[in-house]
């Protein structure tokens, strides 16, 4: 049997007797189906609520929208611009000083909070942290500081004790900055709780508030790597006008590695910890540091050689990057001594004040070391690009210099033996 065909003047009069109605009324009064009803409604135009879950229906000749677009009817809701999507990103971008959940929860009357947090994943809205709570603005970024700078000057005028408390948070000691930074790297499961009380015994006085912000703007909840946790250290550290040493209060950091092999290669299976490393590494880049370096391996897999049972380990990608396996100095240690020593002609005590300088201790004994290491690679660079040398020498012409041949040491013997290497080459 064909459903029953219905006009859009039957249903506009149905909206006369009653102002809103659910599609189920609607369907129920025409005697005819929900989807029947949405065609018509199409047709004509019709708006839903924005609260009860959208289930009330009105049209365009009842609806009486307010300048800002609202029309109440009994407890139901209307905006002529559509769902809460639509409006709250209306009301935001057109905002002077952006809105709290609060504030939008009282001009909406429903509760926005899971709405922004959706909003806020999907790109639609922006959001700042003031104190114990959010603001949420455009997400165009100079209309954005334009509403945050507003809403500051209005927690200024108005006194406002929740959210003044932003206001010192913002405006952190760079210092303090370095020191909760400091603290989670050598505490790295501490709460902001506990971060403050490790300060307070050092006499340095916070709030649990101001370190909680801390924690959120560098992203220390989400358990950031130790590492990055400490270039921010030095950033902070290099842009401050006066004298700063963290280390002082810090000591050597300890710094997390873990094995990124998740999984055994040969297998598939998960990877089980095998044992934990630690060892002092110097780098020019991030001074001094301890790193506690985790090694993996998979327990149904666990020898790369059966024969000799050697067990394998799958160590941290990050660490091998800055420093070679069972080395202490970095390889921007080396390479910095390398070219003091063959580019510049410095003296082994010169570079080892310059290194001081950088924070990495080390020994004329250790400088004499790391000059033949980067000559090893040199000669290895030398080898691996050998076509791309040679290539250039016959286009551009040129020639191999430092050669020595007066002296019979290690280095110089390693050096000429590279470079006569390429000349034969070539």
């Keep these: 049997m064909r459903p029953k065909q219905i006009k859009i003047e039957d249903i506009l009069e149905m909206f006369k007797e009653q102002k809103v109605m659910t599609l189920s009324a609607l369907s129920g009064k025409a005697k ?229 092999n998740t999984s055994c290669d040969v297998c598939g299976r998960k990877n089980h910890v095998l044992k934990t490393e630690k060892r002092n590494v110097r780098t020019t880049e991030f001074g001094e540091f301890t790193a506690n370096e985790t090694i993996l391996y998979c327990p149904e897999d666990k020898y790369a050689d059966e024969e000799n049972k050697k067990i394998r380990g799958y160590e941290s990608d990050k660490l091998k990057k800055i420093v070679s396996d069972n080395k202490r100095h970095g390889f921007d240690v080396m390479c910095f001594v390398g070219q003091k020593k063959f580019l510049e002609n410095k003296r082994r005590d010169e570079i080892l004040n310059e290194l001081k300088s950088m924070h990495v201790d080390t020994s004329t004994g250790t400088i004499s070391n790391l000059c033949e290491e980067f000559l090893i690679y040199m000669k290895c660079a030398h080898e691996s690009n050998l076509d791309k040398i040679t290539d250039m020498i016959k286009k551009e012409g040129g020639y191999v210099i430092g050669m020595d041949a007066t002296q019979d040491t290690f280095m110089s013997g390693l050096f000429r033996e590279s470079c006569i290497f390429i000349l034969n080459s070539a």
């Design 32 to 260: 005819c189906s929900g989807k029947t009803i949405l065609r018509r409604l199409k047709e004509h135009g019709y708006y839903t609520s924005y609260n009860m879950n959208g289930k009330y229906y009105t049209i365009p000749e009842i609806a009486a929208f307010d300048e800002c677009g609202f029309w109440k009817y009994d407890d139901v809701y209307f905006n002529k611009f559509g769902g809460l999507r639509e409006i709250i990103k209306r009301m935001i971008e057109s905002s002077e000083m952006g809105y709290t959940v609060d504030e939008l929860n009282k001009k909406l009357n429903v509760n926005c909070g899971s709405h922004v947090m959706t909003f806020v994943r999907e790109g639609i809205i922006a959001r700042r942290k003031y104190g114990g709570f959010y603001v949420y603005f455009s997400t165009d970024k100079k209309k954005q500081n334009s509403q945050a700078g507003k809403k500051e000057q209005h927690i200024r005028a108005n006194e406002i004790p929740e959210l003044d408390e932003y206001l010192s948070i913002r405006n952190i000691n760079e210092k303090l900055i370095i020191n909760v930074l400091t603290e989670f790297i050598n505490n790295r499961k501490a709460t902001p709780e506990e971060v403050k009380d490790i300060l307070k015994n050092k006499n340095i006085l916070t709030k649990k508030e101001i370190v909680d912000e801390i924690f959120h703007r560098y992203d220390l909840f989400k358990k950031k790597d130790t590492i990055e946790v400490l270039q921010e250290v030095l950033n902070l550290e290099a842009n401050l006008k006066e004298n700063f040493n963290f280390r002082e209060n810090m000591g050597t950091p300890q710094i997390e590695f873990r094995s990124e």
